[in-house]
Each structure stands twice: as C-alpha cells, then as structure tokens.
C-alpha cells in the first residue's frame, strides 16, 4: 500500500509540474503577444523612427561615453591636449585633421565647444557661435544631421556634452527631442517631394539671349524614367498662384493631374498639349 500512496503521489507530484510548466509558456506567450503588440503600435506612429543621433552610442564605440562639462572640453584646442569640437552634443576627436581644425586654420573656431549652429550659417564669429540651433528650420537640421554622420564616419566619437542636449548623467534633454521632432519631419517632407518628383518630374530648360526659353519633356526627362512624356505646366508649392512654381511635366489623363490640378497652370503663350514650348521671356 506504501508503494501505491508513494507512486500516487510522485503522479502528483509530475502533473504539478507540467502544468507549471504550462502556465510558465503560457505567460511568456503572453508576454511576447503583449510586446509584439506595442511594437507595431509605436512603430505605425513614428515613435520607433528616431533618427541616427539617440542611436549614436551604440554605433561605432564600445566604451561607457565621458559627459564632457563645458569648461573641460574648452582644454582640448590645442595639438598637445587634442583637438575635440561637439555637434548637437556630441563629442569627437578631430586631431587627425589638425590641417583643417589647429590654431589658426579654417575650422580651428569649432573645436573646445559646441558652435553647432554655425555648420550651417557659415558664422564663425565668436559672438555667433552657439549650439542653440532652434533658428533653423527642419532642412537645415537635415543639413546639420549630414555633418555629424560625416563626423561619425570621419573621426572619433568621445562622448557627449553636459548642456542643451544631454543632462549629466548623458540622458537626453527636452531640446535633443525638438531636433528630433524637426530630423523625422524633414525626411517626411523629402520623401513627399521625391515622390511629388516622380509624379511631376523636372522639365528640360534653356535659355537663349536670342530665342528666350525652351523647356520640353521626354521619357527621361527630370531623371525620372517612365512610359509616358508629358507636358510643360507650372507646378506651384500652394493652391495660391503668387507662391514659388517650378516647370513640370504633367500627364493630363493622370490620377495625380487631377487630384493637383489647382495647383497647375499652362503657359502662356503655349499649345496645350505640345510637349516642347519656346517662351519670349525669363519665365520657366
């Protein structure tokens, strides 16, 4: 009888486990249904779509990054101590390009602190040189973007700056966020116009003291390669007739005519549906 309690009891004993075990993979099923689940959601709404620089430390360096304060990274001007400059509150070690970077030379006003907002303006005044780039609009902080991809790939990545981007600790700021903002709209608003592009690619322009302007279309024309021609329209930004307009070529029996065509005009003095046209004036 022992050894039937004993035997009934090991049973048991087995079943519990099993379903422990049961429950345990049900759990992480659970589990990973739940993450997977907010995965997609962040990722549908942009949030997962942070750009190169929160990403920079895990790219290109295997130590923990230095916080740099401001008074120390103003030590590192020289050949002696090396020559650092910060972008967007990024450190990098530039002395391999002491020619471009040293005393006295061209890009010398970069190093020992952050002048990220001259990259762009081309200011190098010391009252102009700021790393508050809050000015600048989402193409510029594209533009801006592009050098600290050029320092990544170039030079030495150190660490950060302790300032308007990054805390102490190396965490980031609410500005490092704004740039953020202004990066992913900036390549939204690219994508939007390479596929405007490909709708309404570029025509061929030229211009004669003489004859005055011709502008055609072709298969290739604007770089786009396609199965159709089109004809020359202005294509303006808005709605309004007083905004920019550039020379397009537009299929008239298109879905894209007809969803922009208050945005399209003939020109004057042209056939509607000739492909080439000459205009008298500066015009295109």
């Given at each position: ?64 990054p230095r916080v ?94 302790h300032g308007r ?7 980031p700021t609410a ?110």
């Open positions: 009888m022992f050894g039937l309690r004993n035997s009934g009891l090991r049973c048991s004993t087995g079943e519990k486990k099993k379903r422990n075990m049961s429950s345990k993979y049900l759990w992480l099923s659970l589990l990973f249904l739940i993450v997977y689940f907010l995965y997609t959601r962040l990722k549908e709404a942009g949030v997962l779509n942070v750009p190169f620089i929160y990403h920079y430390q895990l790219s290109g360096y295997t130590g923990d740099f304060s401001a008074t120390e990274l103003k030590v590192y001007t020289n050949k002696k101590n090396g020559l650092y400059l910060s972008i967007l509150g990024l450190v990098f070690d530039v002395t391999r390009g002491e020619r471009q970077y040293g005393p006295g030379k061209s890009y010398h006003a970069f190093t020992g602190r952050d002048a990220s907002l001259a990259f762009i303006t081309g200011e190098f005044e010391s009252s102009k040189l700021t790393d508050d780039v809050s000015s600048l609009s989402p193409r510029q902080i594209k533009a801006l973007d592009d050098w600290l991809q050029f320092y990544h790939t170039n030079y030495i990545y150190k660490g950060k700056l981007y990054y805390h102490e600790d190396g965490s500005e490092f966020y704004v740039v953020q903002e202004k990066l992913l709209l900036a390549k939204k608003e690219k994508a939007l116009e390479e596929k405007q592009d490909k709708m309404f690619p570029l025509c061929n322009v030229e211009w004669n003291r003489e004859t005055g302007t011709v502008f055609w279309c072709t298969e290739k024309s604007g770089g786009i390669d396609r199965d159709w021609v089109g004809v020359p329209r202005k294509l303006f930004e808005t709605t309004n007739a007083q905004s920019s307009f550039r020379c397009a070529c537009v299929k008239l029996d298109s879905k894209e005519y007809k969803e922009n065509k208050a945005r399209l005009r003939d020109y004057d003095g042209c056939e509607k549906y000739a492909t080439r046209c000459v205009l008298k004036t500066n015009e295109i």
